[in-house]
């Protein structure tokens, strides 16, 4: 069993949350599903589950997150707090 690190699980989140941004803007400029699948290229199941996650949020509220996260991922770089702690916090507040 390998563990990742918290820096690994907040490089994941960003990647994700940066594909939901670009999801979301796609929904908005109203693209169709199968162009969209030239964008993203990823299978009709997780293209489906984009837009789903896409359409829980606002752009403001993912690029809010996304920042959340980059600003997380300097604070497990630079700072001494623990990173399983800075991990957990920054969980807690995406989930607000």
């Known amino acids: 069993k390998t563990e990742s690190s918290p820096s690994q699980i907040i490089g994941l989140l960003s990647w994700h949350i940066a594909r939901l941004i670009v999801i979301k803007r796609l929904i908005i400029k109203k693209v169709s599903k199968k162009d969209m699948f030239s964008y993203v290229k990823v299978g009709t199941y997780m293209l489906n589950k984009l837009i789903d996650q896409a359409g829980e949020f606002t752009i403001k509220q993912l690029k809010n997150n996304l920042q959340l996260l980059m600003d997380t991922d300097l604070l497990i770089k630079r700072s001494s707090l623990k990173d399983?702690?800075?991990?957990?916090?920054?969980?807690?507040?995406?989930?607000?």
């Open 84 to 96: 399983d702690f800075l991990l957990e916090m920054v969980v807690v507040q995406l989930m607000d």
